[in-house]
């Protein structure tokens, strides 16, 4: 992946924006992302909108523990197709 890499963030007003990421890092999946944000390597929590899994509590405290930044997608079929939960990793 290169270091210009962009996520897009939508608001509920239908507006979007590019947020620029350097990704070292990826990870998807509840099993995947909760090891991470075990290890404290989360940088970003992605969730899909209608991401309601066992983890998902969980995830959100520890992610605002590391001061991980929370992004809730919506209409993201690659994300749901990873049981709607992924993390950009700080290492």
């Known amino acids: ?5 962009t996520l897009t963030s939508h608001s ?16 998807a999946g509840a099993d995947a992302v909760m090891a991470a944000l075990e290890q404290a390597r989360v940088d970003i929590l992605l969730l899909a909108e209608d991401f309601a899994g066992p983890e998902r509590d ?4 520890l992610a605002i ?5 929370i992004l ?17 990793l700080r290492f």
């Open 58 to 61: 969980a995830a959100i405290e």
């Open 12 to 27: 509920s007003g239908g507006s979007s924006a590019r947020i620029p990421v350097a990704v070292r890092a990826a990870s």
């Open 72 to 88: 809730v997608a919506r209409h993201h079929e690659d994300l749901v197709l990873h049981g709607g939960v992924g993390a950009v």
């Open 1 to 5: 992946m290169s270091p210009s890499q």
């Open 65 to 69: 523990g590391q001061s991980a930044e």
